[in-house]
């Protein structure tokens, strides 16, 4: 493949990714970005003297001889990032120049905003091991954030009018878009780069997750100053989660009544089966399972007229129950080696050999918040862990059935006991029966833990479910 251009330019700003987009970018074979090449208070990086054997001063007094070297670097086509307040005569060069590859880093100012306040509060810039994540709340300034705006906003339409005015286009990136593996790629075949990446590189860590209104001291100044300026989303959570695909193969349809169960792992997978084998007089076994998509294209177009549903658990008795299935229980599969680590490299006090009479309540509690500040940083991609289906947040297992259709009936597990007999009924099944309760958890019960603190962590971590489905604080 061969590149149309000469050199690329990252417009970005502080605090929207560019590091990790750089990063990303120096992993292809071909491509080099040679950090703020036109940073007025150093060259490239904060100690670095020279790129290429161009000194600061040399670029000072001659921009275009930098970006002349860059451009005859051999072997790679080269790059840099650029903000705002970067040298204005490079973006003169760089817009003008048809050979300049354009790339656009955006996010959400308020976002961008926050961040900054934190990394000067805290003086950590980037973060490579969470476990060294320093924590501070940013104290927020209505002027200074609308100074803020006020420049990355002038800075967008300037650019976005010389692009236009010059026939140019620009391959645009949104801060969510970097932890998307096809993106990159895409960039990187934009660019004329024919390598493409197996796996995006994982040495940087985000570093403040959470919603923003919760990175915040003073939220309430922050909302009265963006009132009626609902484009910034003060209540979003940023989701970087993996994408889930609709996995058919644990689908479940049934052999006489046209229904089909997409079930959500970590809910009340086993009593809902048992409920639809019961329905057709045969054993969980004897349902259809295990479809690949052309199966289960078949078996649709099979059953005219079939019903297919999913079944949501609250947040706070899902991931109470995957605890203690999955984590707190030793040998459990799969899981055993995530355990392990959980114990070893993040310090849970799960007992060794699993609970005994020894491990107590306040054990529990202990062990089960802890789990909940991992799942923080694991769903937040800053965890080598696997995010795992049992754990990830419900709405995005409901984006991954989309793909080949989503349900059309979203149940919830304390309404179970009238819906699915409703739903029986309408597909003609005449004593449609009830579905079993769930079982208890072991050794505790969610409710002889459950406090304050728990609701604020829990509500913390599943926000999008909570805002998306509309969940209550959890009750027993």
């Known amino acids: 493949m ?25 992993a292809f074979d071909g491509l080099t970005c040679h950090g703020e090449a036109f940073n007025p208070h150093f060259i490239g990086y904060p100690n670095s003297d020279n790129i290429l054997g161009i000194t600061q001063s040399m670029r000072e007094d001659n921009p275009a001889s930098l970006i002349s070297r860059i451009k005859s670097e051999p072997g790679a086509l080269g790059g840099f990032r650029y903000f705002h307040d970067h040298d204005p005569r490079v973006m003169d060069l760089a817009l003008e120049d048809p050979r300049c590859a354009n790339v656009v880093l955006t996010r959400n100012p308020l976002d961008s ?13 980037k973060l490579t091991n969470v476990k ?44 969510e878009d970097l932890q998307n593996l096809e993106v990159m790629n895409g960039l990187a075949r934009w660019l004329g780069v024919e390598s493409q990446l197996e796996a995006l590189d994982d040495s940087l860590k985000r570093q403040n997750p959470a919603p923003v209104v919760s990175k915040v001291e003073n939220p309430g100044v922050m909302e009265e100053a963006l009132s009626g300026m609902d484009r910034f989303n003060l209540s979003r959570t940023p989701n970087f989660e993996p994408r889930r ?15 089909l169960y997409l079930p959500i792992k970590g809910g009340p997978e086993a009593q809902v089966t048992a409920w639809m084998a019961g329905l057709d007089n045969v054993s969980p076994d004897g349902l259809i399972q295990k479809m690949n998509q052309k199966q289960l294209r078949q078996w649709k177009r ?15 008795a899902r991931v109470h129950s995957v605890f203690c299935r999955r984590i707190l229980q030793k040998g459990n599969g799969n899981y055993g080696a995530i355990r392990e680590t959980l114990r070893r490299q993040f310090k849970l006090p799960l007992p060794k050999d ?41 709405s995005q297992a409901l984006s ?6 989503s349900p059309d009936l979203v149940l919830r597990e304390e309404e179970l006991a009238e819906d699915l007999p409703a739903l029986a009924r309408r597909l003609g099944r005449t004593a449609p029966g009830q579905p079993e309760a769930a079982s208890g958890d072991q ?12 609701e604020k962590q829990v509500s913390s971590l599943y926000q999008r479910d909570y805002v998306m489905f509309g969940f209550a604080p959890w009750r027993a």
């Open 2 to 26: 061969t590149s149309s251009f000469d050199y690329f330019i990252v417009f970005a700003e502080m605090r929207t990714g560019s590091n990790f987009l750089e990063t990303n970018l120096n």
């Open 113 to 125: 905003y926050v961040s900054w306040k934190i990394a000067k509060a805290t003086g950590q810039w």
């Open 132 to 175: 060294r994540r320093k924590e501070a709340l940013a104290q927020f300034d209505s002027a200074e954030f609308s100074q803020h705006v006020e420049a990355l906003q002038d800075f967008q339409i300037t650019l976005l009018n010389r692009l236009q005015k010059s026939g140019q286009t620009a391959f645009y990136v949104a801060y």
């Open 245 to 259: 695909g609709p996995s058919v193969p644990g689908y479940v349809a049934g052999v006489v009544t046209p229904l």
């Open 302 to 316: 099979g059953n005219p007229g079939f019903r297919s549903f999913t079944v949501l658990r609250h947040p706070a």
């Open 354 to 394: 699993g609970p005994d009479e020894s491990y107590s309540l306040a054990d529990h509690r202990e062990a089960f918040s802890q789990f909940l500040t991992f799942l923080r940083a694991n769903l937040a991609g800053q965890t080598s862990v696997r995010v795992d289906a049992e754990w990830a947040s419900q």
């Open 400 to 405: 991954g059935f989309a793909e080949l259709g």
């Open 443 to 454: 050794p505790y019960r969610l409710e002889e833990i459950w406090d304050a603190e728990l």
